[in-house]
């Protein structure tokens, strides 16, 4: 069975979704990979933030 | 006095011919097999190993498989799941994600099932887009 960390979840997801996005929503190539590299960000970035959101509101 | 029919949006030899929902089906059975078809290789590539990828980490995280819509969140993960297409029936048939959901790790596996059948879903149509001419 494959277990990951919650943390590695989030980055296999983000690398997967971002890539289908970044090749269906944008034309040229190299938009394509701007694009897609912009929603793995913000995928990652989202969730860092939230986590600390969640963190300091469990305080 | 007549008027010119109205032109098809779609334009170019490609558009013109064949079945022109060829690339949306057999993108919704296999993953990158509608731009394949439009001899967009490397796009089609890397649309299958990302849903592909997607749906084996989910069955391997011990992700179930939705099999009856017996309430309306079944049924939305049910039509998610349906979107994988052929790599959904397949494991259906073998008895794969049959398991109840019992740890955080499995939770997450029928998430990246149904999250793999929503971009197959994107990708075909978008491979309908390209056949189609709405985009390049």
Known sequence: ?59 | MSTAPNKPAATGKQAQQGFVYLPLIAGWLVPGAGHFLLGKWVRGTLLAAAIIAMFIMGLAMQGKLYTSAQDILSLLGMAGDLGNGLLYIVSRSMGWGAQPTQTTVADYGKVFIVVAGLLNIIAAVDAHNLRTGRKS
Do not use: K
């Open chain 1, 1 to 59: 069975m494959f277990q990951p960390t919650h943390f590695t979840a989030v980055l296999l997801f983000a690398l997967c979704a971002s890539t289908v996005f970044g090749i269906t929503m944008r034309d040229t190539p190299r938009r394509m990979v701007r694009y897609g590299a912009y929603c793995f960000v913000l995928f990652i970035g989202s969730t860092i933030v939230l986590s600390w959101v969640m963190f300091l509101i469990a305080r």
